[in-house]
């Protein structure tokens, strides 16, 4: 019967996955990215958006751990449970940049309380053969550096930098760890999260950048550390561009035109690629990066209309499909 408790339809707010983190960050980065390119009207256009999902995610957040804790539980023992922790480190990244440091170091306390549990619990889950998701483990991490490396910069507090720089060098431990549990075959087969492989080198390259351009700005390294940090921020770019151009001719060969949340992904490990092509071009002073950075901003964007088409397209149809 209508109404009854078998038959109700479901809140709205109970379909929203720990995946959906990934639109924020995806979002985020993409405001980043044109931040970087000096569109500021456009960049706040891609930022008010992934604030308030960021916002509606938080609520979703502590409603489950309060009110439903077992589904929190189950939920937090999976990957994309830490999106959570990227997710708000890559909007204060954003706001830090915008020069909103005290809201930026209010996400960064919050990422930093979040993370050691929900770190804990993915870990202790995992298992040989996994998807693309399993690199979050690193993201997240290295999401943590790049946050503590920018505010590092622009607040002036030296141990910022140097917490940032343990993340760092810990989130490279951790993408090793999750590579020899990734599933290969995701490659041509992954629904969207596949593209972290790479997204988390980039995001790694992000982190070694700022941590050059903090070292710069409050005198933290010495000559010997800040060219380790520099070769490694070439490295890492160079490995992600590689896995940018495996991963494209995977989706070419393999195409997987549907759209899943899992899409949210791919646009979010884009973006970064992006970002970090313009910070590393900065912070190794090779200004001939700048450019493909510039194209790979753009292609971001594209693929984030795409992908939020798509997100649109979903939702019409699932709100007719529960009108029937």
């Given amino acids: 019967m209508p109404g009854t408790p078998d038959t109700a339809p479901a809140s709205p707010w109970a379909t929203i996955p720990p995946a959906a983190g990934a639109a924020v960050m995806a979002t985020g980065i993409v405001s980043i990215g044109l931040h970087l390119l000096g569109q500021d009207v456009l960049s706040t256009v891609f930022l008010v958006p992934a604030s308030a999902l960021w916002g509606l995610l938080a609520v979703v957040f502590v409603t489950r751990l309060f009110g439903d804790r077992g589904r929190w539980e189950r939920e937090a023992d999976t990957p994309a449970a830490l999106t959570a922790v990227?997710?708000?480190?890559?909007?204060?990244?954003?706001?830090?940049?915008?020069?909103?440091?005290?809201?930026?170091?209010?996400?960064?306390?919050?990422?930093?309380?979040?993370?050691?549990?929900?770190?804990?619990?993915?870990?202790?889950?995992?298992?040989?053969?996994?998807?693309?998701?399993?690199?979050?483990?690193?993201v997240a991490t290295q999401a943590l550096a790049v946050l503590g490396a920018t505010l590092s910069a622009s607040a002036h507090v030296a141990w910022l930098g140097y917490a940032a720089v343990g993340f760092f060098w810990f989130g490279l431990v951790v993408y090793a760890a999750a590579f020899v549990r990734f599933d290969l075959r995701q490659v041509l087969t992954g629904a969207g999260d596949h593209w972290v492989a790479g997204g988390a080198l980039a995001i790694s390259a992000l982190a070694a950048a700022r941590l050059v351009l903090a070292g710069r700005a409050g005198d933290l390294w010495n000559n010997q550390d800040t060219e380790v940090l520099r070769f490694m921020a070439g490295l890492l770019l160079t490995l992600d561009l590689s896995w940018y151009v495996v991963l494209c001719v995977a989706e070419v060969v393999r195409p997987r035109p549907h759209y899943d949340v899992r899409r949210w992904s791919t646009v979010f490990p884009m973006g970064m690629t992006a970002v970090a092509t313009l910070m590393v071009a900065t912070a190794v002073e090779t200004s001939w990066l700048e450019t493909p950075g510039r194209v790979l901003v753009w292609i971001a964007v594209a693929v984030w209309l795409a992908t939020a088409t798509g997100a649109v397209r979903s939702l019409a149809a699932l709100r007719s499909t529960g009108r029937r």
């Fill in 86 to 138: 990227a997710a708000t480190c890559v909007l204060g990244t954003r706001y830090a940049l915008a020069g909103s440091l005290g809201f930026a170091e209010v996400l960064l306390g919050i990422a930093v309380v979040v993370w050691p549990v929900l770190f804990v619990a993915v870990v202790r889950h995992w298992r040989p053969k996994m998807p693309g998701a399993v690199f979050i483990t690193c």
